[in-house]
């Protein structure tokens, strides 16, 4: 779908109306627990327009066999930390003592700016927070204790400054601890908006998927919550191939487009590691016309953002191929010789306004010139952020399928659906609210097969 630019209008893809992409989901079918066990969730396939349930354990009965399945491995860390005012590091007030309830939401991190880094980091860490009940932080900081490895410890938050609706917040503590450490034994993990209950215990380990491997994301990718040991080691027998890679889920990806057309939506930036295994084992499919199948919206965006940044590799002279902006804070990634390798970096209309909704180059010769990129730099991966919107229009490049969960009414994640099946989303949450399947995070999944 081209762009006309040269008269100044905007792309097609802007004036989607998302009044468009509404439906009527009753308060009682979100999912407020998971199944009893992973793979015993509904699974609803739609294949070639045809819609049909099974359970997610035969998952494997409907992908094509020479599938690459494609998973976020990132972890989900307990991002939300709750503070009472007249706390200090010399005592421990009873809980009628205790002042005002300040809840502390960490998004990403500031100092230092990579995400592995400021996990990793001991005794002090700037993030980049949400502050809930902030009029009651007056001033001065905020202390709380936390048990690990036996002893007690205090969490102290400076407040720096505001940043837009969020702010920046100084963590420091005395103990020799890594800033993940210190969230896993203080935090509380960050169940969405729209599951309306406290976190329990029982969540620290359902809120997380089986390969979960690095820390970053304040929200789970949840089409993986589906998947067991058992499961993985079936679609392996079947010759089904498996592949990972990392988006760290931010908070955004609740927001709601709250204007009538997407284009007065900003989407959110989230980062992106692909490793080389995983950029070899996607050409390798390519090149022998295998479906690739993205297992969640955040591993299909991690995937096309690869293509867009394959293309600027293509488009860019070899000495600026790589789209660093030390303007726009960006860290660096380690290469295989321990160098710093910069990051890429996709903004949200680049496909349609800077390529008229077209694929400029064909998806081989892209991950080809990724291939050589990770060659010639000794990288590990190929990293950067992305923006990327994948509305109705998009032109994938990679993905042939989705497994995903069922999504809100009148969100980026259901247009993403909608870009890849069309119309056929209606049919298929019709079907799904017909027949009991449950949604949101802790509800049950979907195969697109289109």
Sequence with gaps: MACDLTTGSRCPQRHIDIADYRYPLPEERIALYPSAERDASKLLVYRGGEVRESCFARLGDFLPADTLLVMNDTKVVHARLVFHKGVDAASVPEPAALGARIEIFCLEPLRPVDIAQAFAARGEVEFLCLIGNNKKWKGGDLCMTFTAQGRREVLRATRLGAQGDAFAVRFSYAADL?????????????????????????DAGRYQTVFARHDGSVAAPTAGLHFTENLLAALTEKGIAQARLTLHVGAGTFKPVK????????????????????????????AAGRPVVPVGTTSMRSLESLYWWGVSLLDAPKETAVLASDAAGLSAASGGDGAEMPLFELAQWTPYETYGGRLPYPPAQVLSALSDYLRDTGAEAVSGYTALMIAPGYPFAFCRGLVTNFHQPQSTLLLLVAALVGDGWRGVYDYALAHGFRFLSYGDGCLFLP
């Design 178 to 202: 890594s800033f993940s450490e210190v969230l896993e034994a203080s935090g509380k993990v960050p169940l969405p908006p729209y599951i309306r209950r406290q976190a329990e215990d029982t």
């Design 259 to 286: 204007e009538g057309e997407i284009g007065g939506h900003a989407m959110h930036r989230e980062y992106v590691s692909v490793p080389a295994a995983t950029v070899a084992a996607l050409r390798e499919a390519v």
